[in-house]
């Protein structure tokens, strides 16, 4: 199993960044996909979340309006459209899946989110 998250970097306040999670090794098209973002010395957070076959999305309150999840089950990409960012959105972003017959949670290694002036 392997997810690589790509796109993040360093934008200024209002700006966009699109992240993408390229996955393998599994079926991707059974899973629920999910962005958290975890800012140092603080837990996880869960930013938003996919059905597997992307007909039902969710969102953190903090960034919804301005966050778009989206899954490409022929890809086997899934990616968050940020839009409108704020300083506050800065942390590394991850990707992940949950395999409830095995009480598994998989992870990406991240991707470094930073809005700054």
């Known amino acids: 199993v392997q997810l690589v998250e790509s796109g993040g970097g360093l934008v200024q306040p209002g700006g966009s960044l699109r992240l993408s999670c390229l996955a393998s090794?599994?079926?991707?098209?059974?899973?629920?996909m999910r962005w958290y973002r975890q800012v140092s010395g603080k837990e996880r957070e869960l930013v938003a979340s996919?059905?597997?076959?992307?007909?039902?999305?969710d969102y953190a309150d903090s960034v919804k309006g301005r966050f778009t999840i989206s899954k490409d089950n022929a890809k086997k990409t899934v990616t968050l459209q940020m839009n409108s960012l704020k300083p506050e959105d800065t942390a590394v972003y991850y990707c992940?899946?949950?395999?409830?017959?095995?009480?598994?949670?998989?992870w990406g290694k991240g991707t470094q989110v930073t809005v700054s002036s």
């Open positions: 992940n899946f949950y395999r409830r017959i095995a009480a598994i949670n998989y």
């Open positions: 090794g599994f079926t991707f098209s059974s899973y629920i």
């Open positions: 996919i059905t597997s076959t992307g007909g039902i999305t």
